[in-house]
C-alpha cells in the first residue's frame, strides 16, 4: 500500500520555484504530472467511454490536489480553471517573481 502525503503548500508570495518542484515530485509519484505537461492527451483522443471518464477523473484529482496545496490568496487566481495545466500556468504567471516585478 502506497503512503499518501498531503502535498506542500504555497502561500502564493515567493516560494513558487521550490513548491513548483515539490508539487513536480508530489504528482509524478501519483502519476498525475502527465496532465501538466503541454502535450497531455485530451479526452477527445480517448477510444472510449470508459477511458475518456477515467482521464476526467485524473484531472479532476489533480486539479483537486492542486487546489488544496495553495492557501485562500492563490487559490483564488485558479477558482474558475477547468483543467490542471490552466490552474499551474496561471500560477506560474501570476507567482513567479521576475526582475520587472521587483522593479515595480
Known sequence: MTNVTAPPS???KNNFAIWSRKMFLHLTTM??????EENSTSSSKEK??????????RKLS???ILSVAVQDEPFKLIVNCQTPKEAFDL???NCTITKEKLDK
Not at 31 to 36: E, M, R, S, T, V
Not at 48 to 57: F, G, I, L, P
Open 48 to 57: 472510449n467511454d470508459d477511458a475518456a471518464a477515467e482521464q476526467r477523473k
Open 10 to 12: 504555497f502561500d502564493g
Open 31 to 36: 502519476g498525475l504530472w502527465d496532465l501538466f
Open 62 to 64: 489533480a486539479l483537486h
Open 91 to 93: 500560477l506560474h504567471k
